[in-house]
């Protein structure tokens, strides 16, 4: 059978009727027509060699212009602009375009994760993932920024790096109009304005907008904090955790207040203070009137009338209301007293009680009355002391 008649058998074949099937003279090469745009797809028959044999077709989508080598893959590829997906989990719902994406989403129903890391043992649903993750224990970042060298270990990580350099941002949050780079980070976004939290703690019920709060959440139950410094072996749970305290042992502090020179570890902290200046209280209490400088202040004093004690020893079961509270409590079955003065070597259960006895050697009063100018040295008797000019109750 001649190319010719190949064609024709193809064309009574096809199953697709929208195909047009471009025919070139018997006398003629066959070559890729140019600029041809009828019908949704166009089919036509490129000579690669002897026309012995079956033939071989290329195809082309009209609506992106790419190439596809045979009817099936233009098939599957259509489906991208038609939106068809035909293939739908019976379990969730979830629909897909190719049964061999149904058959990998099924995997997470199963919790069948049949490729293992040699190195590791880590186990993966997909080779390619094993593949992104071996990379980690090669080093291999074979993705460069070519505008500041940074390497990746995946394409899209770079492309999503590059929106850094152009400022891209093409996702835009309808309700403020707040762009950004990513869609995920946008979709992470609109639960602020939805105010959804699907994340929901077991064992105290408070809830979370993303899943990497919740797990970051569940080491206060445990008690785990994977994260040690090497100078003094203080653990914590969150890298900037780490990050901050290791500032206590460089004594670094490059948030300073030009009101009264006070300076700070963290940025968070500097915020706060500077309201202690300027006597903004705009976080009331709803239940009794009593206003704070922050948020956060609100949330932990809410405790009071809830009586809610979030955080639990996990050596004696004892419940306690504030974080602070259980990392002091449970010093005392350490007995560790890991912070010491070095004008005096008295020792402390931790860093904020070492830096008030400091202050007894300096004579620092960083905190100052707006009401008269009187300084102390502990924020907590300010507070004592500015109830004389506000009539405030305890």
């Avoid at 193809?10 to 070139?24: A, E, G, K, T």
């Avoid at 999503?160 to 946008?186: N, W």
């Avoid at 994260?227 to 300073?256: E, W, Y």
């Avoid at 560790?336 to 402390?348: A, H, I, L, N, P």
Wanted: charged letters at 20%.
């Amino acid at each position: 059978m001649d190319a010719f008649s190949v064609l024709l058998e193809l064309r009574n074949s096809h199953s697709l009727s929208s195909v047009s099937w471009v025919f070139p003279e018997a006398s003629s090469r066959w070559d890729m027509p140019k600029n041809t745009s009828q019908g949704l797809m166009e089919e036509t028959k490129e000579k690669t060699g002897s026309l012995k044999g079956k033939a071989e077709t290329c195809l082309t989508c009209t609506q992106c212009g790419k190439s596809l080598g045979s009817k099936q893959s233009l098939r599957n590829h259509m489906m991208m602009h038609t939106g068809e997906k035909p293939f739908t989990c019976a379990q969730c719902g979830t629909s897909f375009r190719h049964a061999s994406a149904l058959n990998q989403h099924m995997l997470i129903h199963t919790g069948v994760k049949p490729f293992k890391c040699a190195q590791c043992g880590t186990n993966f649903r997909c080779m390619s993932a094993l593949k992104q993750h071996m990379k980690i224990h090669t080093g291999e970042k074979p993705f460069t920024c070519v505008q500041c060298g940074k390497s990746f270990r995946q394409s899209a990580a770079l492309g999503e790096h590059m929106k850094i350099h152009t400022g891209e941002k093409p996702f835009t949050c309808v309700q403020c109009r707040k762009s950004f780079r990513q869609l995920s980070a946008l979709n992470k976004h609109m639960l602020i304005h939805t105010g959804e939290k699907p994340f929901t703690c077991a064992q105290c019920g408070m809830s979370f907008r993303q899943s990497s709060h919740l797990n970051q959440h569940m080491l206060i139950h445990t008690g785990e904090k994977p994260l040690t410094c090497v100078q003094c072996g203080t653990s914590f749970r969150q890298l900037s955790a780490l990050n901050d305290h290791m500032k206590i042992h460089t004594g670094k502090k490059p948030f300073t207040c030009v009101q009264c020179g006070t300076s700070f570890i963290q940025s968070s902290h500097f915020k706060k203070h500077m309201l202690i200046h300027t006597g903004e209280r705009t976080h009331e209490c709803d239940q009794c009137g009593k206003t704070f400088l922050s948020v956060s202040d609100l949330k932990v004093h809410l405790r009071v009338h809830t009586k809610e004690k979030p955080y639990s020893c996990s050596l004696c079961g004892k419940r306690f209301k504030y974080q602070q509270s259980i990392k002091k409590h449970q010093k005392i079955h350490t007995g560790v007293r890991e912070y010491m003065c070095f004008e005096c070597e008295k020792t402390f259960i931790t860093a904020g009680e070492l830096k008030l006895h400091q202050r007894i050697h300096t004579g620092e009063k960083p905190y100052v009355c707006s009401h008269c100018g009187k300084t102390f040295s502990q924020l907590g008797t300010l507070k004592k002391h500015q109830r004389i000019h506000t009539g405030e109750k305890p």
